[in-house]
């Protein structure tokens, strides 16, 4: 019986910088009547209000809730309000060093974009191939293999190997400090909540080598590797039945 959830958001609880739809919102408001919910994601804070916060439904119990924006390097409780715990906020020089890395790439060369290529989200600097706007059908043709970023990873790696870099969303790349990552957040979730790591379970779409749902599973979290939001809800369906088999497993059920 796990004491913990925690979901990655773009790929696995909503479409690539879209909001949860309805049914993975109520699918999430039954989840947190009966269990902790975290969610870490590569996005920053506004994102996690455009996406998440703002589509969940009025009486989500969201003390229930804890939220890792950047792939943990933050972290975020309710009470009354939502406060940030901590923020593990890179210095001037770092960003510098990284930026600079990301503009020395080919594939920052000539294609259209939709918006800020490179973005400084505070703790984590986040590469998007085709700008942070781009259109959800292009995002998915750019790099549905992983091939380019993967290529773009092992360069970076080389050259700034003092930082962590990994994959996630659709067409975009993450650095961080070294070790400050989704497994550094499944810890930091474990000491601030009080629960173990055997008490949790992960779900994402990127937990393979380079993929930034990775470290999760190698923090020694039990995870499950989904292919979509789609596939998230008929987990968060077994889940609500093994943890509560008299609560709704789907909004047709909660509404009779």
Sequence with gaps: MKKLIVFDLDGTLAESKSAVDDEMSMLLRNLLDIVRVAVISGGDWPQFEKQLLSNLPGDADLQNLSLLPTCGTKFYNFNVNWKKQYSEDFNANEKETIIAA???????????????????????????????????????????????RLQMKAALDKSIPEFSVRLGGTTS????????????????LRSILNIKIDDM?????AIFPGGNDYPAKEAGVYSIRVRDPNETKRVIEAIIGCLDPGQPTSPAEADG
């Design 102 to 148: 990301f503009e020395a790439l080919n594939e920052l060369g000539s294609r259209r974009v939709w918006g800020d290529v490179i973005e400084d989200r505070g703790s984590q600097i986040t590469f998007s191939a085709l700008g942070q706007h781009a259109p959800l059908e292009e995002k998915r043709k750019w790099d549905p293999d992983f091939a380019k």
């Design 173 to 188: 790349v993450d650095v961080t400090r070294k070790g400050i990552d989704k497994a550094y957040g499944i810890r930091k």
């Design 201 to 205: 379970l992960f779900a994402g779409d």
